[in-house]
């Protein structure tokens, strides 16, 4: 290998997303807890969710996530060698939502796992998937975050079951040589964190040992608010330092998306012009893990994102989990 192409880099060759059908609009949940679309609108930015079908399962979603990001790659399942799954509403406590999806895709070769992080899962997945295409022992990753959150929604709390939504999306990355600076493709720094001391202000009150429930999801909203803004800009910060590289170098900053509030408030701070920054929570509101390749397969599909733009990922969940990735599309 000349020293020009001295990194191993992982490139992304597609991307895609899936939504069930099943549209919950604002002015629907008025109809079943005290709230309205005015008020979800302004303190969110979300219009409306979608629902999974009854017996539509959160492996159904990656599934089809998974074939449109192949598709999108002119790539097969026979060309992939790692899946990892990020999310908190698996199907089943075991076997992994990821080795259900690598069956239904018919793959017999390869290695497939689940990730849990909550809302940061797809920054952890993503990050874990680099460093494996980095080390050389695997070439193809397929990188899913998919939920369905509906199921541990407490419908009679006002507070969080308007926020959240169901959805899937993935990516399909490539392990290419790259000369090492930040010209390159594909993933350029990754920066995690988290802080288990945070645990009541979102959780989710039931699980197989603690309960043997499935439970349902808890949140001090205000206090989940106060300390995002801050875990955002410090991850953000920290890939920038990593790189030297500034807002202004950014063609795109793609939030996970939770909440209009919280990332206008972040890209304000980081100094990030709004017209960069690609928002779909009013679409699909809070769909957790799935909540950011939802949102680059839209950027993407509408020819937003292209070759070579350079692209901010960040998300904060519970835990706390937080995390940053910069990567050149
Ligand atoms: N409709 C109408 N009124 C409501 C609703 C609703 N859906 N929900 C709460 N209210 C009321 C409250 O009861 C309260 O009424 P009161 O003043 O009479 O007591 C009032 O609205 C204000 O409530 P707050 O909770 O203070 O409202 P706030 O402005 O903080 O907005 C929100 C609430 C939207 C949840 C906000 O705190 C927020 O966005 N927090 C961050 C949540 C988030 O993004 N979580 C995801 C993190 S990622 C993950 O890992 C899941």
Known sequence: MTEKFSVMRSVVRGVGAYLPERVLTNDELSKMVDTSDEWIVQRTGIKERHIAAAGETTSMLGEKAARAALAHAALTPADIDLVIVATSTPDYTFPSTATQIQAMLGMTHGVAFDLQAVCSGFIFALTTADKFLRSGSH?????IGAETFSRIIDWTDRS???LFGDGAGAVVLEAAWGAGDNADRGVLTTHLRSDGRHRSKLHVDGGPSATQTVGHLRMEGKE???????MVTDVVKDAFAATGLTAEDLDWFVPHQANRRIIDMSAAKLGIAPEKVVITV???GNTSAASIP???AAAAA???IKQNDLVMLEAVGGGFTWGAALLRW
């Open 302 to 304: 509408d020819g937003r």
């Open 282 to 284: 009013q679409g699909h």
């Open 160 to 162: 969080t079951c308007v």
């Open 139 to 143: 070439k193809r990753a397929l990188v």
């Open 224 to 230: 989940v608010f106060r300390f995002a803004v801050g």
């Open 294 to 296: 939802l949102a680059l």
